[in-house]
Every structure is written in structure tokens, then in C-alpha cells.
């Protein structure tokens, strides 16, 4: 499941929220609040692999073929 990034504009909390892709559309509520929170835009920059060469898997530390990431 995807991690969602979310501001509060009546708080200006920031929390993230892991949520199904048919949930990413519902209305999230601040838990410092409780006012509607606003999603934002999130970056991430994949880690380069060279084919054919085993990452090491950030959850288990050995080698895998996953490109770096495995589900915990």
C-alpha cells in the first residue's frame, strides 16, 4: 500500500496515512484536530540497479532482486 502524504490547514499538522489505491480519493481527517487534511504532492526518487545485479534489501540486509525494496 501506498504512503500519503497530508498537511492540516486549519493545524498545519503534517502526518502520512497508508492507504489502499481505491481509498486514496476519501476525505482524511487530522489527527491533531480532526479537520479535513489536504493531500500533498510527494518525491521520491528511485534507487538506480544495474541489471542483473542483486540489491541489498533494506528490510533483511541480504541480497535480493526486488530492486531494494521488499515488503516487511
Not at 10 to 34: H, I, T, V, W, Y
Request: hydrophobic share 30%; aromatic share 6%; glycine share 8%.
Amino acid at each position: 500500500m501506498p504512503i500519503y502524504e497530508y498537511r492540516c490547514p486549519g493545524c498545519d499538522s503534517k502526518f502520512e496515512r497508508r492507504l489502499k489505491f481505491s481509498e486514496m480519493n476519501e476525505a482524511q481527517s487530522c489527527p491533531a484536530c480532526g479537520s479535513e487534511a489536504e493531500r500533498q504532492l510527494s518525491v521520491t526518487a528511485p534507487l538506480p540497479v544495474a541489471a542483473g545485479v542483486a540489491a541489498s534489501c533494506p528490510t533483511t540486509g541480504k541480497p535480493c532482486h526486488c530492486g531494494g525494496w521488499a515488503d516487511a
